[in-house]
């Protein structure tokens, strides 16, 4: 069962082009969700969080939205630079546990 | 700078042969999390120390264990690895009551089961 679901494997998105990507998750009890970055061979470095009673959070090119009713979140990057080019993962966190989405590649082009 | 640390980044092992990885902090957090990465798959939660306490998730095999010995190291220990188990291994921490409940993540180590 999973509660968090990021239905695109893969995006590809002009440099200097916004990009988004999406992630749905089935569980009421998160308390916060997160995005972690990745890039090969690297470990997952947080990148932006948005608590369950907000809707929107802003940090410099990113910027995260959370649509409660529709239990559906989403990554703003823009611009979309080519260090972006990564793996993203959606996450949802309750207390000091996290589940984590399967990850959406982001191919930046230039 | 404050970080985790993973040693080795790359680890060779036998089938069968115990393999012990090993992860440390500087970051003074109370909980710290091993996970299992293979390919390009979410990382699965193998178990985690909330200080002292450890806390299995039910679908870690029995060949997978743990010890921390104090706040700063925390170490997996495989008894009898299998080529199956060849992934890569994650340390994480975080501090309880920290808004948000970021966890830290070392670089990996990457195992490989010949």
């Known amino acids: 069962d999973q509660q968090v679901k990021q239905n695109s494997p893969s995006l590809s998105v002009q440099e200097g082009r916004i990009s988004i990507l999406n992630c749905d998750y089935t569980?009421?009890?998160?308390?916060?969700f997160l995005w972690y970055k990745k890039y090969p061979a690297e470990g997952p470095t947080f990148l932006i969080s948005?608590?369950?009673i907000k809707d929107k959070n802003e940090d410099g090119r990113f910027t995260v939205f959370l649509n409660k009713s529709a239990k559906h979140l989403s990554l703003h990057i823009v611009p979309s630079q080519p260090g972006d080019s990564a793996v993203y993962f959606c996450?949802?966190?309750?207390?000091?546990?996290?589940?984590w989405g399967a990850g959406t590649k982001l191919i930046i082009k230039p | 700078d404050a970080m985790v640390i993973q040693n080795p980044r790359y680890q060779v092992t036998q089938f069968g042969k115990p393999v012990t990885l090993s992860c440390s902090q500087t970051?003074?957090?109370?909980?710290m999390y091993w996970y299992q990465q293979k390919s390009s798959q979410a990382p699965k939660l193998l178990f985690h120390?909330?200080?002292?306490?450890?806390?299995n998730e039910a679908d870690t095999p029995d060949n997978f264990q743990s010890r921390r010995p104090n706040t700063s190291f925390c170490f997996l220990d495989i008894r009898s690895p299998g080529l199956g188990d060849a992934a890569m291994y994650l340390c994480?921490?975080?501090?309880?009551?920290?808004?948000?409940?970021?966890?830290?993540f070392g670089p990996g180590t990457r195992l490989l089961v010949l």
């Open positions: 994480a921490t975080s501090s309880l009551g920290t808004a948000g409940e970021t966890q830290y």
């Open positions: 970051l003074n957090h109370n909980v």
């Open positions: 120390y909330y200080d002292k306490d450890f806390n």
């Open positions: 569980n009421s009890m998160f308390d916060y």
């Open positions: 948005i608590s369950s």
């Open positions: 996450v949802g966190g309750k207390n000091y546990q996290l589940i």
